[in-house]
């Protein structure tokens, strides 16, 4: 079965939440993006997958409009994203847990939470409590300092923060680094619970065999390029894919 | 007894000083949790504060309240001008590796001294380097019996003064959107970036709050002292700088502690040695910490690139 073309064509029947056309990121004389193009459909589970330093975090942040891009496009809903400033990007309903979290770590749980709820400010003790609900963990540690939680807490009030601005899109930055087996488990499985509940998920992991699981469409990054791409199964399916990324 | 009761006073002096600092240390330390930079304008915002203050009292001649308004927006409107002048234009990078340089702190460094020295010989060059005097009817000089102890009016304002904007400014960071956003970027700025804060406005909310502070301190020291002069803003920046890097650089209760005990000690200071070695006093005290409690009394080991 071939892999499908990175510029599908053929589907303009199904709605595009994120099209990505031709993202160039360059720092100083380094081209990190060489022109990135992908797409997330609405209501699915989108993987990027690569290995360490090829440009997955560079992506997220141009996305987030933390980084400035050198070239190319970004339509979110309809809308040109193409470097907005990153307040007006999570206002449009894109909103990211980034890599290392960012957390506020001496602030409590519930202004993290606030804070994320920030730009959307009418049902925010609504949402909240719906967020408390999908991370019950959280509830117990509602008035503690963010940075006393673990790991795994840090990265569940991370989602549930970038959660709290109601994103038609999540972007999630290797939510499995430094987390043991159990509680990854536990996150990709909340992330078909959240994008059931209407949020579309692009995602970033070197835990290719965790996100392949969950996701619907794949994409393979190598050196700031796209280099391979597919649905999910197919992707996992592929010698190329089953040797470099999931240990043969 | 006398002696017991000449003390007293001189802590009530310390600390009417005292709470002069922290004002200003204030102003400090918001800026320096928002940007990781120092604001060697900061002292000229005080002197600009006193000036604005005297000059609606010469030309206006209104009721003492409502020349803190009036210092209060002259403040923050120097705030927000210091801002766009000298840190602005260096926070086009935004890349990570320019944040964290070095080089790019330094840079916006010089810049607000550079800015400050430019603001005191605009006021050198308006107002002359000579201290101007304050009407009599506006100063705070006015004796007034407390007990067996005699507080100068100026003192009872400053009190005053600096109660209220310290719980404003407790509940403008802790109650308020606003605030929430100061905490915030101070916290983690790129954190604020990822939840939507315009970091941009925040920082520019944040100098426009730090230097009403200030400002205000300025006038009331004038109107304290009956004496403003373009370099008065330069002892009192020295010693809220000393404060804060004695609270820890970014804490607001530990600055304010801190001020408040360098206004004393100064006061007291001045009963055993003559007034000139009371800067010593200063120094030392930001010596002993800095040997004894390198993060600061009140620090908590804050990440530092």
């Given at each position: 079965?071939?892999?499908?073309?990175?510029?599908?064509?053929?589907?303009?029947?199904?709605?595009?939440?994120?099209?990505?056309?031709?993202?160039?990121?360059?720092?100083?004389?380094?081209?990190?993006?060489?022109?990135?193009?992908?797409d997330?459909?609405?209501?699915?589970?989108?993987?990027?997958?690569?290995?360490?330093?090829?440009?997955?975090?560079?992506?997220?942040?141009?996305?987030?409009?933390?980084?400035?891009?050198?070239?190319?496009?970004?339509?979110?809903?309809?809308?040109?994203?193409?470097?907005?400033?990153?307040?007006?990007?999570?206002?449009?309903?894109?909103?990211?847990?980034?890599?290392?979290?960012?957390?506020?770590?001496?602030?409590?749980?519930?202004?993290?939470l606030?804070?994320g709820?920030?730009?959307?400010?009418?049902?925010?003790?609504?949402?909240?409590?719906?967020?408390?609900?999908?991370f019950?963990?959280?509830?117990?540690?509602?008035?503690?300092?963010?940075?006393?939680?673990?790991?795994?807490?840090?990265?569940?009030?991370?989602?549930?923060?970038?959660?709290?601005?109601?994103?038609?899109?999540?972007?999630?930055?290797?939510?499995?680094?430094?987390?043991?087996?159990?509680?990854?488990?536990?996150?990709?499985?909340?992330?078909?619970?959240?994008?059931?509940?209407?949020?579309?998920?692009?995602?970033?992991?070197?835990?290719?065999?965790?996100?392949?699981?969950?996701?619907?469409?794949?994409?393979?990054?190598?050196?700031?390029?796209?280099?391979?791409?597919?649905?999910?199964?197919?992707?996992?399916?592929?010698?190329?894919?089953?040797?470099?990324?999931?240990?043969? | 007894?006398?002696?017991?009761?000449?003390?007293?006073?001189?802590?009530?002096?310390?600390?009417?000083?005292?709470?002069?600092?922290?004002?200003?240390?204030?102003?400090?330390?918001?800026?320096?949790?928002?940007?990781?930079?120092?604001n060697?304008?900061?002292?000229?915002?005080?002197?600009?504060?006193?000036?604005?203050?005297?000059?609606?009292?010469?030309?206006?001649?209104?009721?003492?309240?409502?020349?803190?308004?009036?210092v209060?927006?002259?403040?923050?409107?120097?705030?927000?001008?210091?801002?766009?002048?000298?840190?602005?234009?260096?926070?086009?990078?935004?890349?990570?590796?320019?944040?964290?340089?070095?080089?790019?702190?330094?840079?916006?460094?010089?810049?607000?001294?550079?800015?400050?020295?430019?603001?005191?010989?605009?006021?050198?060059?308006?107002?002359g380097?000579?201290?101007?005097?304050?009407?009599?009817?506006?100063l705070?000089?006015?004796?007034?019996?407390?007990?067996?102890?005699?507080?100068?009016?100026?003192?009872?304002?400053?009190?005053?003064?600096?109660?209220?904007?310290?719980?404003?400014?407790?509940?403008?960071?802790?109650?308020?959107?606003?605030?929430?956003?100061?905490?915030?970027?101070?916290?983690?700025?790129?954190?604020?970036?990822?939840?939507?804060?315009?970091?941009?406005?925040?920082?520019?909310?944040t100098?426009?709050?730090?230097?009403?502070?200030?400002?205000?301190?300025?006038?009331?020291?004038?109107?304290?002292?009956?004496?403003?002069?373009?370099?008065?803003?330069?002892?009192?920046?020295?010693?809220?700088?000393?404060?804060?890097?004695?609270?820890?650089?970014?804490?607001?209760?530990?600055?304010?502690?801190?001020?408040?005990?360098?206004?004393?000690?100064?006061?007291?200071?001045?009963?055993?040695?003559s007034?000139?070695?009371?800067?010593?006093?200063?120094?030392?005290?930001?010596?002993?910490?800095?040997?004894?409690f390198?993060?600061?009394?009140?620090?908590?080991?804050?990440?530092?690139?």
């Open positions: 079965m071939p892999l499908d073309a990175v510029t599908d064509t053929t589907t303009t029947a199904v709605r595009r939440i994120l099209e990505v056309r031709d993202l160039k990121v360059r720092m100083g004389s380094q081209e990190i993006l060489r022109g990135v193009s992908l997330v459909r609405e209501g699915s589970i989108v993987a990027v997958l690569g290995a360490n330093g090829v440009g997955k975090t560079s992506l997220m942040r141009a996305l987030s409009g933390i980084y400035r891009t050198t070239g190319g496009t970004t339509v979110f809903a309809g809308q040109d994203l193409t470097n907005s400033p990153s307040h007006a990007v999570v206002k449009l309903g894109l909103a990211q847990a980034p890599e290392g979290r960012q957390i506020f770590g001496t602030m409590t749980v519930r202004e993290n606030l804070l709820g920030r730009v959307r400010s009418q049902d925010r003790a609504a949402r909240m409590e719906a967020m408390l609900e999908l019950p963990r959280l509830r117990e540690r509602l008035s503690q300092k963010a940075g006393s939680l673990s790991g795994g807490e840090q990265q569940m009030l991370c989602i549930a923060r970038a959660l709290m601005s109601k994103p038609r899109l999540l972007l999630l930055d290797e939510p499995s680094l430094g987390l043991a087996p159990m509680v990854v488990k536990q996150i990709f499985d909340l992330l078909v619970q959240i994008r059931s509940e209407g949020t579309s998920i692009l995602l970033v992991e070197q835990n290719a065999r965790a996100a392949l699981r969950v996701a619907d469409h794949a994409y393979v990054m190598e050196a700031g390029r796209v280099t391979l791409s597919g649905n999910a199964a197919e992707l996992a399916a592929d010698p190329r894919v089953q040797a470099a990324y999931l240990g043969g | 007894m006398i002696f017991d009761i000449f003390l007293l006073q001189q802590v009530i002096n310390g600390l009417s000083i005292g709470f002069v600092y922290a004002l200003m240390a204030i102003g400090f330390t918001l800026i320096f949790g928002v940007l990781n930079v120092v060697f304008a900061h002292g000229e915002v005080y002197t600009i504060g006193a000036f604005i203050g005297l000059m609606v009292i010469t030309a206006l001649a209104p009721p003492l309240v409502a020349v803190v308004p009036l209060l927006a002259a403040g923050a409107l120097s705030g927000v001008g210091l801002e766009r002048l000298a840190f602005r234009p260096f926070r086009r990078f935004t890349d990570e590796a320019s944040q964290k340089s070095r080089a790019m702190r330094e840079a916006t460094l010089l810049s607000s001294l550079a800015v400050s020295i430019i603001a005191r010989e605009i006021m050198m060059h308006l107002f380097g000579d201290m101007q005097g304050v009407p009599s009817d506006y705070l000089q006015r004796p007034v019996a407390i007990g067996p102890i005699m507080v100068a009016t100026g003192s009872l304002v400053i009190f005053a003064t600096s109660a209220v904007m310290l719980g404003a400014l407790q509940f403008l960071l802790y109650r308020t959107q606003t605030g929430l956003g100061i905490r915030a970027v101070s916290n983690n700025q790129l954190g604020a970036r990822y939840v939507g804060i315009d970091t941009d406005r925040t920082i520019v909310t100098f426009a709050v730090g230097s009403m502070l200030g400002a205000t301190a300025g006038i009331l020291v004038g109107l304290y002292d009956g004496a403003i002069s373009p370099h008065m803003g330069f002892a009192p920046g020295v010693k809220a700088f000393v404060a804060m890097v004695m609270g820890g650089l970014s804490s607001i209760p530990g600055a304010v502690a801190c001020a408040l005990l360098l206004g004393v000690s100064e006061s007291i200071a001045t009963e055993f040695l007034s000139g070695w009371k800067d010593l006093i200063t120094y030392s005290l930001l010596v002993i910490t800095l040997v004894f390198p993060q600061g009394i009140f620090g908590h080991g804050r990440e530092r690139a």
